[in-house]
């Protein structure tokens, strides 16, 4: 497994695969948006493949406050390839790549699917904790031109707030 952070000289069809599994999983254009938005850094997993290296995964982490405080933004990995440690993998490489810029407070969110939050054990067991719960945070965060995948322009979706204490 490799992670490779965003540009870099990967050849299109990997760019493309990026694009559609974050633009499948969270909404046409979130990841061209992230992709202009110089606070955020981005990367994708790549796995040696049959023919070629296989994109598998796709996160983003951007810094605010001056460089103060980080955020473990987007996160997703290939359905085909879930439970086999990506997710885990792109926390740790986040982590490390925000503490290494010098970062003092780090943060993430992540969705309640079904009343549970699928994400929480992965971040807790990575020296994250549970802060706060946010409804409609979809809204806060994002404008028109990016609505909420499940609700729409009116999110009631749950994100769950954490906060790393290493």
């Known amino acids: 497994m ?12 990997l760019f493309i695969a990026g694009e559609e599994l974050v633009d499948n999983t969270f909404g046409e254009g979130l990841f061209f948006r992230q992709t202009w938005d110089s606070s955020i850094h981005q990367w994708v997993v790549l796995e040696e493949g049959w023919y070629n290296d296989e994109l598998v995964g796709y996160c983003s982490a951007q810094i605010n406050q001056e460089g103060l405080l980080g955020i473990l933004k987007t996160s997703v990995v290939n359905l085909s390839r879930q439970k086999n440690g990506i997710g885990d993998a ?3 490489h986040r982590l490390k790549w925000l503490q290494e810029q010098g970062v003092r407070t780090i943060k993430s969110y ?7 939050v699928p994400a929480q054990k992965m971040l807790m067991n990575n020296g994250f904790e549970p802060r ?3 409804r409609g945070y979809w809204n806060d965060h994002h404008n028109k031109n990016f609505p909420c995948k499940v609700c729409g322009s ?3 979706c749950i994100a769950r707030i954490f906060e790393y204490k290493g």
């Open 2 to 13: 490799k992670i490779i952070k965003i540009p870099a000289k990967l050849p299109l069809y």
């Open 90 to 92: 792109m926390v740790k």
């Open 110 to 116: 992540a969705w309640f699917v079904d009343g549970e």
């Open 132 to 134: 706060d719960d946010i």
């Open 154 to 156: 009116n999110c009631k």
